[in-house]
Structures are given as structure tokens and as C-alpha cells.
């Protein structure tokens, strides 16, 4: 069925009562291809899954060439985020320390900043530090005990560095 100026309109009244915007009734009719009555009914961000199976089986019958299209660019958007995932790095002990010692100075914002990783990452390796019981061990290093240790592997480094030279 086509989508007609007074259906449109009738439903775009009740998306308004139901506390859709305007923009978004018509983005989900014409680019979307929503069906009227579920763009002006559901609300923004509670669109359900079998909503997107509905819509992707009426696209098909609608727009066959359309729909292989989306599918392709879905599955092309996929891979891309596939490569864009991050490679799990290892935490170096120096880096744990830190994050120990210093936690309570930069919060999981700094220290996710500092060493480039996600806060969840940083909160999450926080609490397996305090469950395996290396926090407490970290925490109770003094500074020079830190500095032999960040000392030591810069040694480490430069070692590794002259012998590949």
C-alpha cells in the first residue's frame, strides 16, 4: 500500500501525541521504511528486534534489490568493525604498579587516557587485582621499590634494542 499525504499526516499527528518528533516519524517512514503505524507508535530507541526482522522481510518484498543492497552494506559495515577491533595488549608490571599507585591521583578517566585503554578495561583489571591479591602488593611498594622496576625494564629494553641493532 502506498504511503498517501493524509495517511501520512493522520499519522504524523499521532507520533507527535505519542512524543515522536517530526523528523523522526518521517525518517522512519521514507528512509527507514518503517511501516506508519510502527514509526508512530514505538517509541525512539525501544525499537525491538522482530521490528527489524518485519521491516527487512517487507523490504524484501517491496525492494528486492534494495534489501541485498543493505544486507551487503550491513555485512560490509561488519567486517569493517571486525578489523577495527582492538588486539588485547598485556600489562606490563610497571603499568600495574601505576595503576595501583596512582589510581586514586588520575580516577579510571586519567588512567584509561594514560595507557590508551578503555575504562571498563581499567576497572576491570582493578578488580582482578584486589581479587588475586596483587593490588595489596602493588600498593604496598615503596617508591624506590617502583623505580627499580620501571629502572629494570628500561634496561631490559635498551638491551633488546642494542642486541637487535
Request: glycine fraction near 6%.
Amino acid at each position: 500500500m502506498g504511503k498517501t499525504t493524509s495517511q501520512f499526516k493522520q499519522w504524523q499527528e499521532q507520533a507527535l501525541k505519542n512524543g515522536i518528533g517530526y523528523h523522526t516519524f518521517r525518517n522512519r517512514v521514507y528512509k527507514s521504511n518503517w511501516s506508519m503505524e510502527a514509526a508512530a507508535t514505538i517509541p525512539p530507541g525501544e525499537r525491538k528486534a522482530n521490528f527489524k526482522a518485519i521491516d527487512d522481510y517487507d523490504l524484501m518484498e517491496k525492494n528486492f534489490d534494495l534489501f541485498l543492497q543493505k544486507g551487503i552494506e550491513e555485512q560490509a559495515w561488519e567486517k569493517q568493525q571486525e578489523r577495527k577491533a582492538p588486539v588485547p595488549r598485556e600489562w606490563k608490571l610497571q603499568d600495574l604498579v601505576y595503576l595501583v599507585k596512582y589510581l586514586h591521583v588520575d580516577g579510571l578517566g586519567g588512567m584509561a587516557f594514560h595507557f590508551t585503554r578503555r575504562v571498563k578495561e581499567i576497572r576491570d583489571k582493578v578488580n582482578e587485582l584486589q581479587q588475586n591479591g596483587d593490588w595489596d602488593l602493588y600498593a604496598g611498594l615503596s617508591d624506590e621499590e617502583y623505580e627499580k622496576i620501571i629502572l629494570s625494564k628500561e634496561r631490559k629494553s635498551r638491551a633488546k634494542q642494542l642486541i637487535g641493532c
